[in-house]
């Protein structure tokens, strides 16, 4: 009914084997990697205008979440908008990343 294989090289069968094992491991992590597996990769921001006496510290302490640093998070929005010295105006419009 079936037809019998025999081996007639077990180093070659083994390294037929391992090789198989590592072409099917390579497939699948390639395909599991985590840019394929995460959402959008896309940063979404909320637009704040920034009121009298307002500091980042401030606004940042409004939308960080207990998981990420304040510090890394005031760092993230001077980049975003180009603040330097953390200095804000008035009615200036700042994008807040939102993670």
């Given at each position: 009914?079936?037809?019998?294989?025999?081996?007639?090289?077990?180093t070659?069968f083994?390294?037929?084997?391992i090789?198989m094992?590592?072409?099917?491991?390579?497939?699948?992590?390639?395909?599991?990697?985590?840019?394929?597996?995460?959402?959008s990769?896309e940063?979404?921001?909320?637009?704040?205008?920034?009121?009298?006496?307002?500091?980042l510290w401030?606004?940042?302490?409004?939308?960080?979440?207990?998981?990420t640093?304040?510090r890394?998070?005031?760092?993230?929005i001077?980049?975003?908008?180009?603040?330097?010295?953390?200095?804000?105006?008035?009615?200036?419009?700042i994008l807040?990343?939102?993670?």
């Amino acid at each position: 009914m079936f037809k019998k294989y025999r081996v007639e090289s077990k180093t070659r069968f083994i390294l037929f084997i391992i090789s198989m094992i590592l072409i099917i491991f390579g497939m699948v992590s390639f395909v599991l990697r985590p840019e394929y597996v995460s959402g959008s990769t896309e940063p979404i921001y909320e637009t704040v205008i920034v009121k009298t006496g307002d500091t980042l510290w401030d606004i940042a302490s409004k939308y960080v979440d207990a998981k990420t640093d304040i510090r890394m998070y005031i760092y993230d929005i001077s980049v975003v908008n180009e603040i330097q010295n953390g200095q804000l105006i008035p009615g200036q419009e700042i994008l807040i990343p939102m993670f």
